[in-house]
Structures are given as C-alpha cells and as structure tokens.
C-alpha cells in the first residue's frame, strides 16, 4: 500500500505543481489502545522507506518516538519529525537536532504556542536552525481538539516555517473507546483557513480506502479525492 499512496501523490502533486515531502512511520508508540496495529517495526520499516524514496525519488518525513532509533531514521529520512506527545521531550529533541536534518517539531495538543520557543531553543542549542513547527490542534475538553488560528500567527513570529496537520487537528482522540475518532468533514474548511492565516505547508493523511485503515482512518483523506482537495485549497 505505501507504494501505492507514494506513486498516486506524487503523481497528483506533480500534476498540480506542489512540492511534496512523503511522511510515514515504521512504528506508531503513541497508539490509542494495546490491541492497534503499530507498524512493521524499526529494520523492516526503514527498509521499505528506503526503497519508497529511491523509486519514486520523493523526500521522506519520519517521525521517531524514542533517541536510540534517531541515528536509523536519519539515514533514510530527510525531515525528522517530533510527535505532539513528544515535543517537550529534551533529550529527544537534541538527538535529533544534531542529526543536521530538517525537524519538525508538532505543537503538543496540551502546549500553548508562546512555549514552542522552548522547544525551538532545545534544538538550536544543537547548532541547528533548519525547524519546521506544526499546529495540530489544542484538547477542548474531553475526546475533542479545537484549532486556535492565532496559534499560527504566533509561532510564524519565531521566524520558522509554519505547517498546518489538517487532518489530525479534526481527530477526536480516544473518542471511540479503544481508537481515535475523526471529523473528516472539516479538513477542507480549516486548511482554507489555516492558508489564509499564512502557513507555509499543509499535512495531510491519506489513505485508499479511509474505512479500512488500520489507523487515523476517521480523519483521512480518500487518495481518489485528494486532487479535488487540493484544488480546493489552492483556488
């Protein structure tokens, strides 16, 4: 299957004219409940990466959940990503910062966005300014998250590229007992808003078939649909 989503991107944002960077993960620690489906694991998983980005010649972003992985991932991924979960995580942080790679650091749904100058400091600390941060909604209450746009304003003043995860922001986390709910019907208005507002880069999951997903199915994006999605957001 990820061959398939990474042909079928490249091939709409080729189309499009979109520079497009290929996230996906070899193991998700940060999973709702014990019973879901993780990943192939660290070898397996960066072995297909590998693979993925020399066929289709695409960048790869990968997030990474614990320091003794990092040194793996830096060899395949092109972006490092820190997990929202993870984002005041120190020594994480610095590991990958001194990778050299481009971070992207997720806004914490428990995080204002005045404190991502911590995290930002964390990993200049390491002599690296290549950062990206990424707004992905605030907890609003219990199994809900809100998008606060001048979260984007304010972290744009850090004097980093801002990105907007359109489809993790409408999740409704652990809303359906053992597994995350979603609210797909909102992506497209809060991306339309998130742009206006001035993000550099919209994150989005996309999956065949949204239902059968072993993971964030609720709030994906049909890859049959993904052309029309971008359209949208471009007009």
């Known amino acids: 299957m990820v061959f398939e989503l990474a042909e079928g991107i490249k091939?709409?944002?080729?189309?499009?004219?979109?520079?497009?960077?290929?996230?996906?993960?070899?193991?998700?620690?940060?999973?709702?409940?014990?019973?879901?489906?993780r990943g192939p694991g660290l070898k397996k998983g960066l072995e297909i990466l590998s693979r993925v980005k020399k066929k289709y010649n695409i960048p790869l972003l990968i997030d990474v959940h614990c320091?003794?992985?990092?040194?793996?991932?830096?060899?395949?991924?092109?972006?490092?990503?820190?997990?929202?979960?993870?984002?005041?995580?120190?020594?994480?942080?610095?590991?990958?910062?001194?990778?050299?790679?481009?971070?992207?650091?997720?806004?914490?749904?428990?995080?204002?966005?005045?404190?991502?100058?911590?995290?930002?400091?964390?990993?200049?600390?390491?002599?690296?300014?290549?950062?990206?941060?990424?707004?992905?909604?605030?907890?609003?209450?219990?199994?809900?998250?809100?998008?606060?746009?001048?979260?984007i304003v304010v972290m744009k003043n850090f004097g980093y590229p801002v990105v907007f995860d359109a489809t993790h922001s409408v999740q409704l986390p652990g809303g359906l007992g053992d597994k995350t709910g979603g609210q797909r019907e909102f992506i497209l208005p809060l991306s339309k808003a998130a742009i206006a507002v001035g993000v550099s880069a919209l994150f989005t999951e996309v999956h065949p078939n949204p239902e059968m997903a072993l993971s964030d199915g609720a709030n994906s994006i049909k890859l049959s649909e993904l052309k029309k999605f971008l359209c949208e957001v471009l007009k």
């Open 11 to 37: 091939k709409i944002t080729g189309q499009l004219k979109i520079p497009f960077i290929f996230k996906a993960s070899y193991d998700k620690a940060n999973r709702t409940s014990i019973k879901s489906f």
């Open 67 to 151: 320091a003794k992985d990092v040194a793996a991932v830096s060899k395949v991924a092109d972006v490092i990503q820190v997990p929202a979960f993870l984002c005041r995580q120190t020594d994480l942080l610095i590991t990958i910062a001194k990778t050299k790679k481009v971070v992207n650091i997720k806004k914490g749904q428990f995080v204002s966005p005045f404190d991502m100058k911590n995290a930002i400091e964390k990993v200049e600390s390491a002599g690296n300014r290549k950062i990206l941060l990424t707004e992905r909604g605030t907890f609003f209450g219990y199994n809900n998250l809100v998008v606060d746009m001048r979260s």
